[in-house]
């Protein structure tokens, strides 16, 4: 017998199609992969320097719970810099990754039958780890027509008193919606802490602008990594920036949950920091040639794309009128079309009929994906 809340945890579709795929890739056929959010490009060559230089010279060891204070202190510039708000290197946890900073706030702030409020289409982890914690996903729908853009009108409607928190993600998995200022602002007056997803921050195109909430209430929890940005998510590097009242709580949670994020990880952190910029900004010039090649290549096949995705590396598409569920087209393009993408349902229900496509892959694999597609669809 296992507990009962892991009943609760969907498996990750996505992965199940990608898993199908890299069994026919063994056994010889080429799979184009439009389906896996992870980055193609190397880490930043200083990040992969220092994590060396690091393990040369000995630092396998634990840090401190919250990461080295350098680091700490780099994230607190950072978000200075970035979203021009100050914070204390006090403020910072760093994590293994930003899926176990969500992990941490989510026990930081509820208890067996509290709601977690969520726009949907929305990133999956979110409600497998909701329902983990015993609480429950209220969520708010988002569709194509608005661009995918949150109402926070319908958020208003949802807030009870076991509400502990509102989860918004800008730019978002799997729309690339970047909410607009005055969204942010509205949802950050509440009175509900907000879990700010910034992990695709610095992903944006065509002047799309990234407003973080922490701007407007100190009961923020932002919640970032280098797995996007900085494409290192082998590495697994993130954290979170929580208002000062939490510390203690998060510190004794991560002392007991992982001890401490890897010491050579962390340098390579304070590396991409100090010494990435310049190549993540020449990821980001290369993400928006290929946005324009995917996003231009399914509209021509007659897809429809209501907006170009502002942000993140993700085209959610409308399949609808294929009348079959996402799960089964998905299986069908690689089978037939041997194209890898990602089930809708995984995002939630409103999102089934969709089809996530990833253009974190090379321009070679997307317009190779997009012949194919072109004739294959006709078929199905
Ligand atoms: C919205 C969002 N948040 C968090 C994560 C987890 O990232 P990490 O690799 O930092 O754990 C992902 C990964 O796909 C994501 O899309």
């Known amino acids: 017998m296992f507990a009962k809340r892991t009943e609760e945890v969907e498996p990750f579709l996505a992965m199940e199609v990608m898993e199908r795929g890299m069994a026919m890739s063994r056994a010889g056929t080429s799979i184009v992969q439009l389906g896996v959010g992870e980055p193609d490009f190397d880490a930043p060559p200083p990040a992969v320097l220092a994590a060396i230089d690091s393990l040369r010279s000995g630092q396998t060891h634990y840090t401190d719970s919250r990461g080295i204070f350098a680091l700490r202190e780099a994230i607190a510039s950072e978000c200075e810099a970035r979203r021009g708000v100050s914070v204390s290197p006090d403020q910072v946890v760093v994590t293994s990754g930003t899926s176990p900073a ?69 730019p978002a998995n799997p729309t690339g919606a970047v909410q607009p200022r005055a969204v942010v602002e509205e949802l950050s007056s509440l009175g509900v802490p907000i879990l700010s997803d910034e992990i695709y921050d610095g992903l944006t195109y065509d002047d799309a602008e990234v407003t973080s909430p922490l701007g407007f209430t100190e009961d923020c929890y932002v919640l970032d990594g280098f797995s996007k940005r900085y494409a290192m998510t082998g590495f697994r ?24 994020t890897s010491q050579f990880v962390q340098q390579a952190g304070l590396a ?51 009348e079959r569920d996402s799960l089964t087209l998905a299986f069908d393009i690689l089978e037939h079309a041997h194209v890898a993408v990602g089930p809708g349902r995984d995002f939630g229900k409103v999102a089934e009929g969709f089809l996530r496509f990833s253009f974190a892959t090379a321009r070679e694999q997307i317009e190779e994906g997009i012949a194919r597609l072109s004739k294959t669809l006709p078929k199905l």
């Open 102 to 170: 969500i992990l941490l706030c989510l026990n930081l702030l509820v208890d067996p039958g509290d709601e977690v409020i969520l726009a949907t289409p929305h990133y999956p982890c979110y409600p497998n780890m909701i329902a983990v914690c015993g609480g429950k996903s209220v969520l708010v729908p988002t569709g194509p027509e608005d661009g995918f853009l949150i109402d926070p009108a319908k958020v208003r409607a949802v807030v009870t008193p076991r509400t502990r928190a509102i989860f918004l993600a800008s």
């Open 237 to 260: 590097l993130g954290y979170v920036i929580a208002p000062k009242p939490a510390m203690r709580a998060l510190q004794s949670l991560q002392q007991s949950f992982f001890i401490s």
């Open 272 to 322: 991409a920091l100090f010494e990435g910029a310049e190549h993540v900004e020449r990821m980001r010039q290369e993400y928006a040639a290929r946005r324009r090649l995917l996003v231009d290549g399914l509209r021509n096949l007659g897809l429809s794309i209501p907006i170009d995705p502002p942000g993140a590396f993700y085209v959610l598409v409308d399949m609808r009128h294929f």
